[in-house]
């Protein structure tokens, strides 16, 4: 099995970014998307920039007859980030008191991007999974968003203890966005990315393209 390399990593940190300065592009035009974000990001989850959009749409049209994308999650403001990870770290803290702070850090970082180098952030990462016609979510063997510690460790790409359709569900879904360029971060299966400080480091890219957004307003058709 080869090396799980978690968001924490000082190795991701250590990623330049280049800023390339492309827009944040409304997705609810050209893919099928779940609302059930909407109530915690106020609309900003269906923002990704413009290199992403393009590349799920590649990845769409490599997916079999009667298979969707469907879109959850995509840019997340730097503060909403900043409470997710705090609030696992803590749930984390509570339950292994012994754990030193690299630790807890570590750990969380396998569920929630440290707010610094977070992929949705930039606008760069999404949250998503298969539909089949008619716009029911496929089984990918957990929840999205199940943590390590409520799916025993099915969240993980690669995990043993989910059936063979969700195995293979999971292997269409990859297959096509890894075709179109993105890349997995393999303790959760549903989250993909592209032109992010671990996009870079995975692919070899010597810099990253897309750096941190704040946004003055949210659910704009663009930006």
């Not at 059930?36 to 749409?57: F, P, T, W, Y």
């Not at 969707?68 to 980030?81: H, I, K, N, S, T």
């Not at 390590?148 to 690669?158: F, K, L, M, R, V």
Request: aromatic letters at 8%; a negative charge.
């Amino acid at each position: 099995m080869s090396e799980i390399i978690l968001m924490s990593d000082a190795r991701v940190a250590a990623v330049p970014v280049e800023e390339c300065g492309e827009r944040l592009a409304d997705v609810r035009d050209f893919l099928l998307v779940d609302d059930r974000k909407h109530e915690v990001s106020h609309g900003a989850e269906i923002l990704v920039r413009q290199g992403v959009l393009d590349r799920l749409l590649a990845a769409q049209a490599l997916l079999p007859d009667g298979l969707r994308l469907l879109f959850v999650e995509g840019y997340r403001p730097p503060d909403l980030q900043r409470r997710y990870f705090e609030t696992y770290a803590d749930e984390l803290r509570a339950g292994h008191p012994d754990w030193s702070p690299d630790r807890i850090r570590s750990a969380a970082s396998r569920y929630v991007s440290p707010p610094e180098i977070a992929p949705h952030s930039a606008g760069a990462a999404v949250d998503l999974t298969l539909a089949g016609a008619d716009g029911r979510e496929l089984d990918l063997g957990t929840p999205m968003n199940a943590s390590p510690e409520e799916s025993s460790g099915a969240c993980c790409t690669g995990a043993a203890n989910i059936t063979d359709a969700a195995r293979a569900n999971r292997a269409v879904l990859g297959g096509a966005l890894g075709s179109a360029g993105l890349v997995n971060y393999p303790t959760e299966w549903w989250h993909w990315s592209y032109g992010d400080r671990y996009w870079a480091l995975s692919t070899g890219a010597p810099a990253a393209l897309y750096g941190p957004r704040e946004l003055s307003c949210t659910a704009p058709r663009e930006i």
